[in-house]
Nanobody, 124 residues
Framework: QVQLAESGGGLVQAGGSLRLSCAAS????????MGWFRQAPGKEREFVAA????????YHPDSVKGRFTISRDNAKNTVYLQMNNLKPEDTAVYYC?????????????????WGQGTQVTVSS
């Protein structure tokens, strides 16, 4: 069983930066594809970033491309999301997810393990 714990969220002004971390425990996730999703109040969960188990492939939707970067350190069993030039519309709970089935995905239903989420609030 994989447990995921996000950290690094908080309150930041527009234009600021945050780095989220997702620490895995229970077993190594070095062979898992990892993703970040977010959910704002009243909205559906939205894909933010994904990275293959090796780190060689990453995906970011247009809404965050050029501002957010996903990375991983398999030695530390941790995945990161660097968020720069934050906007008020980035305000949401951010979730880390892991999948050991198939190729890296951008759809939430393909991920088997989820963290509890960390709140990111961007003020204008």
């Amino acid at each position: 069983q994989v447990q995921l714990a996000e950290s690094g969220g908080g309150l930041v002004q527009a234009g600021g930066s945050l780095r989220l971390s997702c620490a895995a425990s229970g077993r190594t996730v070095s062979t898992y594809n990892m993703g970040w999703f977010r959910q704002a109040p009243g909205k559906e969960r939205e894909f933010v970033a994904a990275i293959s188990w090796s780190g060689s492939t990453t995906y970011h939707p247009d809404s965050v491309k050029g501002r957010f970067t996903i990375s991983r350190d398999n030695a530390k069993n941790t995945v990161y999301l660097q968020m720069n030039n934050l906007k008020p519309e980035d305000t949401a709970v951010y979730y880390c997810a892991a999948s050991n089935v198939g190729a890296v995905r951008t759809t939430a239903s393909f991920y088997q393990y989820w963290g509890q989420g960390t709140q990111v609030t961007v003020s204008s």
